[in-house]
T-cell receptor, first 112, second 112 residues
């Protein structure tokens, strides 16, 4: 398996623009997680899905952030409008039945 | 919600010596405790995990101990090697398919 696939790997955008991050979980995995990593705040859980259903979005910082999982093989994290403080590395991870979480390579987002 | 404290933030040891990283957690309902290793610019990768029905787990040079009463767990690396240099994160969750709450990380430096 190719592992968890995230795109794009790098994104540079201007403040106010919409940003969409994409994630393809490992085939057969039924849980998907979005994390954000910054120097100041470390690794933070934003939201996670079980069987395509959002379970806990309490980590989503503001209404500007939204996430969807329309099917078992695809999820998006959208920021609209983006702000400089959203600059971070965003990781997607997936797992099967509560076992090991495997991380994707991440998307490095820079908002200018 | 869960809170995970990790110490030390930086640890420098001589090659061949042992390294110990400690974490405490706040939520007594947590029952899954993984450790991830992250090299610079890379994704976090699981190195070992433990569930609350086990007090200790070992995998070659790496071991994890868990004290549920005191709500703390530790990572032990013996016979350290240069390739052990990285940032190590502890995490906790309620198990099942829950998201992880991470500690702030320990930068482990192996001195030749």
């Amino acid at each position: 398996d190719a592992g968890v696939i995230q795109s794009p790997r790098h994104e540079v955008t201007e403040m106010g623009q919409e940003v969409t991050l994409r994630c393809k979980p490992i085939s057969g995995h039924n849980s998907l997680f979005w994390y954000r990593q910054t120097m100041m705040r470390g690794l933070e859980l934003l939201i996670y899905f079980n069987n395509n259903v959002p379970i806990d979005d309490s980590g989503m910082p503001e209404d500007r952030f939204s996430a969807k999982m329309p099917n078992a093989s695809f999820s998006t994290l959208k920021i609209q409008p983006s702000e400089p403080r959203d600059s971070a590395v965003y990781f997607c991870a997936s797992s099967f039945e509560g076992t090991i979480q495997y991380f994707g390579a991440g998307t490095r987002l820079s908002v200018l | 919600g869960e809170n995970v404290e990790q110490h030390p933030s930086t640890l420098s040891v001589q090659e061949g010596d042992s390294a110990v990283i400690k974490c405490t957690y706040s939520d007594s309902a947590s029952n899954y405790f993984p450790w991830y290793k992250q090299e610079l610019g890379k994704r976090p990768q699981l190195i070992i995990d433990i569930r609350s029905n086990v007090g200790e787990k070992k995998d070659q040079r790496i071991a994890v101990t868990l004290n549920k009463t005191a709500k703390h767990f530790s990572l032990h690396i013996t016979e350290t090697q240069p390739e052990d240099s990285a940032v190590y994160f502890c995490a906790a969750s309620g198990g099942g398919a829950d998201g992880l709450t991470f500690g702030k990380g320990t930068h482990l430096i192996i001195q030749p």
